[in-house]
Each structure stands twice: as structure tokens, then as C-alpha cells.
Nanobody, 118 residues
Framework: QVQLVESGGGLVQSGGSLRLSCAASGSFFSINKMGWYRQAPGKARELVAV???????NYADSVKGRFTISRDNAKNTVYLQMNSLIPEDTAVYYC????????????WGQGTQVTVSS
């Protein structure tokens, strides 16, 4: 059974930093892309950042220059370093990974709350 387990959320003041981690566990053949999405109250889930393989990255315009996604392939873990946080970053952050067992599909973590106070 494949699972994505997130950690690192919490409450931080505006201008502060947080680092999210997401580790994939279970038996699988490969992980293609890994990424982070977020969902604020009353809003749709949106892409924050994605990393494909070990190097190709893509960011939402709203987080460019402030957030950095990275990946440790040996640990099947993806990280999201969030700096210069603003109240608009407040949301539940979800880890996502496209994982192949026999065929591939998307898996989701349970979500971790990030709250930025002004």
C-alpha cells in the first residue's frame, strides 16, 4: 500500500519560514513527478510547485522567488521550503506524487495546515 506522509506545517508570522516534507512509503516501481498543492477555505485546490525527476521544477506565479521545491530520490521524499510567508499562503497543503506500481496513478497525502498570521 502506497502512502504519502506529510509533516512540517504549523503557525508562523508573516515574513517567516516553514519547511514541509512528504515521504512516500510502500512497494512501487518508480515515482515520476512529486509536488505540492494547496487549498484555502472556499477556494479550489491549486498547484504550488512540482518537481519532475530530480531537476525540472515548476512554480505557481504567486510563490516564485519565495518557495523552493526539492527532492531526495534515495529517500522518496519531497520538500517545500517556504520563505517570506504572507497571510495569503494560509491553506491546507497537500503532497502529490505520480507513482508507478504496475500502471501509474496520482497519490495524495492527508494534508498539513499552514497558517500565516499578519
Amino acid at each position: 500500500q502506497v502512502q504519502l506522509v506529510e509533516s512540517g506545517g504549523g503557525l508562523v508570522q508573516s515574513g517567516g519560514s516553514l519547511r514541509l516534507s512528504c515521504a512516500a512509503s510502500g512497494s512501487f516501481f518508480s515515482i515520476n513527478k512529486m509536488g505540492w498543492y494547496r487549498q484555502a477555505p472556499g477556494k479550489a485546490r491549486e498547484l504550488v510547485a512540482v518537481i519532475i525527476g530530480g531537476e525540472t521544477t515548476n512554480y505557481a506565479d504567486s510563490v516564485k522567488g519565495r518557495f523552493t521545491i526539492s527532492r531526495d530520490n534515495a529517500k522518496n521524499t519531497v520538500y517545500l521550503q517556504m520563505n517570506s510567508l504572507i497571510p495569503e499562503d494560509t491553506a491546507v497543503y497537500y503532497c502529490n506524487a505520480y507513482i508507478r506500481i504496475i500502471t501509474g496513478k496520482d497519490y495524495w497525502g492527508q494534508g498539513t495546515q499552514v497558517t500565516v498570521s499578519s
